[in-house]
């Protein structure tokens, strides 16, 4: 698909740089600064990243990063390392895109985020624009200029560095293309010649209209949480909205396009399911959640956003168990393991959620997704537990087929066939992507979430 990029840009304007971590948001990042002509260099400590860094094989899977990556390499826009030494010191520019994950009581844990600006500050020589692209509490970006700035003074160094906080609003499963064409680009400094050569870096991003908005630190790490809080409400309030439905005789499919057509509502993450997952939804809904008790603030919508999901990843499990006088020894067909189409992406994801508390309650469990390969002891190994090579395999002889996650290829499946081949007549439509009178015409038993 064309886009909008400029790939010939003048010398001048093309930068080196650094990208500290090459998971989802780094890898892409990485990639696509690299695109557009800059010279970048990704650092990864992980090794098995690394290894298939090196092969030129991405280790995660996104639409479109692979058939670049190889590209890239022989071009020698992009290489990776675990030397940040190296990197560090061939660098105008250095972006730290390091992991962020729930800590205790809730927190973000930002341990991976000290580690990586203390080993920036422990090799650098002259000065550079250091920019956190991961999602981090407010304060974060002073904490971290903080530690930088002791550190180059321990080290004698007479130079400083500005940290500039740019938070990373790119969705998996259509990563690239969001990063080549941001809605907006949010730069958290006071400091105008950082912001200047962000802007430069940028400028090949923000071509067709301005698309950069500066802010301050703290502002800039608070709107992604908020941008985020924001959509994860639209669909526990959809869920909501969905649970008395059920109840009151109406449809939240027909609900969902009678509201999405308001302007001031818009049409996007208004999907009643089975709930929101991910490595980001939850874990920043539950920073917000601390940050807030912090200062003395019961952030009662973030909390009650995050109830309603739990509560519809466990309604899904009591509506499959409730048509069966016991789960022991039914076999139930899960389609779909990552937390949305388009990833290999697992953690979090509902459908784990709903298997783990399947498997509790004495069921078989066969499960089919066409990306992910599943690593999580907890189930793979599970004596219960099997996945399937393909849709079909999955649903042999099964009681109920669930389906989880709305992977492209589960959206016209084959009922006549699915019939033949289940035992029982039972349908779970986690999603809502099937029409009840369609699938009932082949014998089933129809359940979606919000439809009566
Ligand atoms: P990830 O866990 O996939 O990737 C982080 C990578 O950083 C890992 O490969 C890890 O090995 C590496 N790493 C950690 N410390 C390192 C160091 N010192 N040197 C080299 N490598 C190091 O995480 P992710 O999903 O890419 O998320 C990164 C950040 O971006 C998080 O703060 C997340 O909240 C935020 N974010 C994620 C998404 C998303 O969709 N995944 C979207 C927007 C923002």
Redesign the pocket.
């Known amino acids: 698909m064309p886009h909008e990029i400029n790939l010939k840009r003048p010398k001048e304007d093309v930068l080196n740089i650094s990208v ?7 890898l892409v990042t990485a990639a696509g600064f690299a695109e557009v002509g800059n010279t970048v260099i990704c ?4 090794a098995d ?1 690394l290894t298939a860094l090196a092969e030129g094989r991405s280790p995660i899977f996104e639409p479109g990063l692979q058939e670049i990556l190889g590209d890239l390499i022989k071009r020698d826009l992009l290489r990776f390392t675990s030397d ?1 030494k190296e990197s560090i010191n061939a660098s105008d520019v250095i972006f730290i ?4 994950p729930q800590g205790p009581g809730g927190k973000a844990d930002i341990t ?1 985020l000290c ?2 600006a203390m ?1 920036i500050a422990g090799c650098l020589q002259r000065e550079k624009v250091i920019v956190i ?4 509490p407010v304060g974060t970006n002073e904490l971290i200029a903080n530690l930088v700035s002791d550190q180059l003074h321990k080290r004698k160094m007479d130079f400083s560095c500005t940290v500039v906080s740019n ?6 499963g259509s ?1 690239l293309n969001d990063f080549r064409r941001p809605d907006r680009i949010i730069l958290g400094s006071i400091n105008s010649k950082a912001i200047q050569v962000l802007r430069t870096l940028y400028e090949p991003f923000s071509r067709n209209h301005e698309k950069i908005i500066v802010m301050s630190p703290r502002s800039a790490e608070l709107t992604k949480y908020a941008a985020n809080a924001m959509l994860a409400m639209r669909i526990s309030f959809m869920n909501e909205i969905g649970v008395l439905a059920e109840r009151v005789g109406a449809d939240i499919e027909e609900i969902r396009i009678g509201i999405g057509s308001d302007p001031r509502i818009g049409p996007d993450f208004l999907y009643a399911g089975v709930g929101f997952g ?3 939804f939850p874990k ?1 809904l539950s920073s917000l959640i601390s940050m807030g008790s912090e200062v003395g603030i019961s952030m009662d919508l973030i909390k009650a956003t995050t109830a309603r999901n739990l509560e519809q990843r466990d309604r899904i499990v009591g509506e499959i168990s409730s048509q069966f006088k016991t789960l022991v020894g039914k076999k139930i067909a899960i389609w779909g393991l990552s937390f949305k189409p388009n990833t290999d992406d697992t953690r979090d994801s509902p459908a784990l959620h709903v298997i783990k508390k399947l498997l509790e309650k004495g069921a078989n469990v066969c499960a089919y997704d066409p990306i992910v390969v599943l690593t999580n002891d907890d189930i793979d190994s599970h004596e219960n537990f099997a996945l399937a090579d393909n849709a079909y395999d999955a649903v042999v002889d099964c009681d109920a087929l669930v389906l989880m996650t709305e992977w492209k290829e589960f959206v016209s499946p084959d009922f006549a066939k699915i019939s033949r081949l289940m035992n029982g007549k039972l349908v779970f439509d986690g999603r809502n992507i099937w029409s009840r009178s369609h699938v009932t015409l082949f014998g089933f038993q129809y359940f979606g979430v919000g439809r009566s």
Do not use: H, M, N, W
């Open positions: 500290i971590g090459a998971g989802y948001v780094g650092v990864e400590k992980q990243r940040i895109a390091v992991g962020t991976q580690d990586a080993e692209k991961s999602t981090v938070p990373e609003f790119l969705k998996e990563s991910g490595s980001c920043d």
